[in-house]
């Protein structure tokens, strides 16, 4: 779009000068015709000759016309085009470590697009090793996913960063994403699938420091502790009573 503002604005500079100079001498023209030397002076000449400029630049006038009309038909083309791929969906996966725990290490699959995406799947190259002696190719997630809602995000638990990073794994994978802007049943006969192709480093966020945030979860955690350890305050004092007592 920026592109055909640049080209339109070229044009009319171009265009404005020798409009302007037409007009210019049109009018300069048209003021000896009507002065008084008219009288006394045969102008016929200098009359067809003003006739032939504004002929000019009525043909000048036409064609900054039209050819504005074919700019902002490419701008609104492209201000269109622009407008589907925003609500479309936009499907990504990479390698993060969990927020609750940075020894964790997860894969999040996320739509960050306009709209659902449908019957994603995902394909690793090399293939990574999961548990139980499968891949992550093999899990049926990744297989298929019949939906993956605008703004959805799957985290999947992938393995214990330390151990992964001394394993033998793959430190590298490129993972290829299909899916689907409709559903099954609203599409044509054989459509073709968006394809992202993304490259993962799971030795990218390796030594990386991070502070847990802190959540509900923690501070009813916290509570129950300091109520426990309260409970085995109480208790030791009351021991210590019945000792004295004693």
């Not at 009359?47 to 504005?68: E, K």
């Amino acid at each position: 779009m920026g592109f055909g503002i640049k080209k339109l604005r070229i044009l009319i500079y171009l265009l404005a000068i020798p409009v302007f100079i037409l007009l210019a001498v049109a009018s300069l023209l048209y003021i000896i015709t009507e002065s008084k030397i008219a009288n006394t002076t045969d102008f016929t000449a200098l009359g067809a000759i003003s006739n032939t400029i504004t002929a000019l630049i009525g043909f000048l006038l036409l064609a900054v016309t039209f050819f504005y009309l074919l700019v902002t038909r490419d701008m609104v083309y492209e201000m269109k085009k622009q407008t589907a791929l925003a609500g479309e969906p936009v499907v990504s996966i990479k390698a993060v470590p969990s927020p609750d725990s940075h020894n964790i290490l997860n894969l999040n699959l996320t739509n960050t697009g306009g709209s659902a995406a449908y019957d994603v799947s995902v394909e690793f190259d090399p293939d990574i090793p999961y548990e139980d002696g499968i891949t992550l190719n093999q899990l049926n997630m990744f297989h298929r996913l019949a939906l993956l809602d605008k703004g959805e995000s799957i985290e999947l638990f992938l393995d214990s960063a330390p151990e992964y990073f001394k394993s033998n794994k793959p430190k590298r994978t490129k993972a290829t994403l299909e899916y689907y802007t409709t559903p099954m049943y609203q599409r044509e006969p054989n459509p073709e699938p968006r394809t992202r192709i993304i490259e993962i480093d799971f030795e990218e966020r390796k030594k990386q420091m991070q502070i847990r945030n802190m959540t509900m979860d923690d501070l009813v955690k916290e509570i129950e502790e300091l109520k426990q350890g309260l409970l085995l305050i109480a208790r030791d004092i009351e021991n210590d009573k019945r000792n004295r007592n004693d």
